[in-house]
């Protein structure tokens, strides 16, 4: 299964295609065959842990597709991107159940005894969703998962040919992850005010930001920006809590359109119990979380000199006076540092 994508690795170790960047090559290359190891584990086995670790497989490529677009060819690289987007959506019903079903079992022991049966009776029905939708897959233990290797290795030969899109403005890819990663700040930092009201859904566009952000600091750290680890690691921890807030709230509504009057009462009040709980955690952490430590650190990186802007973008923002806002700034002179396009 491999056996293309392994090729365009060994033409690259070649030296072939030097215009393409190292970093570029190296980072779809690892995260295409991650893609490829996990869609095998989703075939042969189809289990809550492979499925999930496919869907993330599949974000990651795909938002490595999205950092270096100016540096890729379109069509190859569209192609690839709506094929990781189609096998994520096509597991994400499973996906759901299999959540709902855990966080169920993880109920059953806190609820009294006599409520036990309504929370079994309800997880049953979960499982048996779950089944079904894996019953396509009759005559096997996985799931079928539309394929994915061919697109992988025709971006990858294009990269290794050093082809990418008419509209690139010929930066290096590190120019553009600074630029990504502002991009990124900004998404969050519009989505923290919201969110700080505890409001569901305003919390669900802000777990969605996290990730993005997380995504993009991840590339930099893959392609040596060591400093940005440590702000990896809170987005991730702040992610987690924001997506298990994300499945209680599915599980409530799921509980309350399942229930009638009066029924599962107990279990009800016990997920809200838990809801609460958790988005205590969750608004004390969004309190410490600083999202412009992971920029400021990525910025601090960088060679001394600012980054052109790519054609029609607008100029980035800085965060100014004590309030941290992010402001926009006019473009930087050149020789400019780039750290204070956010200072």
């Known amino acids: 299964m491999l056996r293309m994508v392994h090729g365009a690795e060994a033409m690259g170790k070649s030296g072939g295609g030097s215009a393409a960047k190292p970093d570029l090559r190296r980072v779809l290359l690892k995260r295409s065959k991650e893609v490829l190891r996990q869609r095998r584990r989703v075939r042969r086995r189809g289990d809550p842990d492979s499925v999930h670790d496919l869907r993330v497989a599949t974000r990651r490529l795909?938002?490595?597709?999205?950092?270096?677009?100016?540096?890729?060819?379109?069509?190859?690289r569209h192609r690839l991107a709506r094929r990781a987007r189609r096998i994520r959506r096509s597991l994400g019903e499973v996906r759901n159940?299999?959540?709902?079903?855990?966080?169920?079992?993880?109920?059953?022991?806190?609820?009294?005894?006599?409520?036990r049966p309504r929370l079994q009776r309800l997880a049953g029905r979960l499982e048996a969703e779950a089944r079904a939708l894996r019953?396509?897959?009759?005559?096997?233990?996985?799931?079928?998962v539309p394929g994915?290797?061919?697109?992988?290795?025709?971006?990858?030969?294009?990269?290794?040919?050093?082809?990418?899109?008419?509209a690139s403005t010929g930066d290096p890819g590190r120019g553009r992850g600074?630029?990504?990663?502002?991009?990124?700040?900004?998404?969050?930092?519009?989505?923290?005010?919201?969110?700080?009201?505890?409001?569901?859904?305003?919390?669900h566009a802000?777990?969605?930001?996290?990730?993005?952000?997380?995504?993009?600091?991840?590339?930099?750290?893959?392609?040596?920006?060591?400093?940005?680890?440590?702000?990896?690691?809170?987005?991730?921890?702040?992610?987690?809590?924001?997506?298990?807030l994300h499945d209680l709230d599915v599980l409530i509504g799921r509980v309350r359109r399942s229930s009638g009057p009066g029924a599962g009462r107990a279990?009800?009040?016990?997920?809200?119990?838990?809801?609460?709980?958790?988005?205590?955690?969750?608004?004390?952490?969004?309190?410490?979380?600083?999202?412009?430590?992971?920029?400021?650190?990525?910025?601090?990186?960088?060679?001394?000199?600012?980054?052109a802007r790519e054609p029609g973008r607008a100029?980035?923002?800085?965060?100014?006076?004590?309030?941290?806002?992010?402001?926009?700034?006019?473009?930087?002179?050149?020789?400019?540092?780039?750290?204070e396009a956010i200072r």
């Open 62 to 76: 795909q938002e490595a597709l999205d950092f270096f677009a100016p540096l890729l060819p379109e069509r190859p």
């Open 97 to 115: 159940a299999d959540v709902m079903v855990a966080l169920l079992r993880d109920l059953d022991r806190t609820l009294p005894p006599r409520e």
């Open 135 to 144: 019953r396509p897959a009759a005559g096997r233990h996985g799931l079928p």
């Open 148 to 166: 994915i290797r061919r697109r992988s290795a025709a971006l990858l030969e294009q990269v290794r040919k050093g082809r990418r899109s008419p």
């Open 178 to 203: 600074l630029r990504v990663v502002w991009d990124r700040l900004r998404q969050v930092e519009r989505a923290l005010p919201a969110a700080r009201t505890g409001d569901a859904e305003a919390l």
């Open 206 to 244: 802000l777990r969605i930001a996290v990730k993005k952000h997380r995504y993009a600091l991840e590339i930099l750290a893959e392609t040596g920006f060591g400093k940005v680890r440590p702000a990896i690691r809170a987005a991730r921890a702040l992610q987690a809590g924001l997506g298990h």
């Open 267 to 307: 279990l009800l009040a016990r997920l809200l119990q838990e809801r609460r709980r958790a988005a205590t955690g969750v608004l004390a952490a969004l309190a410490r979380f600083r999202p412009a430590a992971g920029g400021e650190a990525a910025v601090a990186s960088l060679p001394a000199r600012a980054p």
């Open 315 to 339: 100029a980035p923002r800085r965060r100014s006076g004590r309030s941290g806002r992010f402001t926009t700034s006019r473009a930087l002179p050149a020789g400019a540092h780039a750290a």
